[in-house]
């Protein structure tokens, strides 16, 4: 796939696993059913995806600034939204809303979370992780 770069520099997510992502759906494609991907790979969505994503350990999905996911729960070590989600994102390392970005519904992150100024957040949000653990080194 060519270059899955945004065309801002994210702040939490990892530009590698963002350059990592090998599937898209397009803008002005409609995908309906679920996605699933293996260990390390992940997806991009430009267009419409109408049900759930789970991508295996090592896995991404970046939501484009056009891109809309309906009727969903979302699962990879990193998640990216610049563009509209309604359902569940679970997060197992990163979770990162720019400000173009709106999430209705859940969301569960397990490490570190990054919403910017002017991004929508409807529901509720959860850190699944170790209340006890040291936190990372900031960004």
């Given amino acids: 796939m060519s270059d899955t770069t945004p065309n801002f520099s994210p702040r939490l997510v990892p530009v590698e696993a963002l350059n990592a992502i ?58 990216l939204i610049e563009g509209r989600v309604q359902g569940t994102v679970i997060a197992r390392q ?7 970005g709106t999430l209705i519904g859940d969301a569960l992150y397990d490490a570190q979370l990054d919403v910017h100024p002017r991004a929508k957040l409807k ?17």
């Fill in 22 to 79: 090998s599937s898209l759906i397009a803008e002005g494609a409609v995908f309906e059913g679920s996605f699933s991907a293996q260990q390390g790979l992940g997806l991009r969505i430009d267009g419409v995806l109408k049900g759930g994503i789970q991508v295996a350990q090592g896995g991404t999905v970046h939501i484009g600034p056009g891109g809309r996911v309906e009727q969903t729960t979302i699962e990879a070590d990193h998640v």
């Fill in 94 to 100: 990163t979770l990162e809303i720019t400000g173009s």
């Fill in 123 to 139: 529901g509720k949000v959860e850190y699944r992780g170790e209340l006890d653990a040291p936190s990372p080194a900031p960004y």
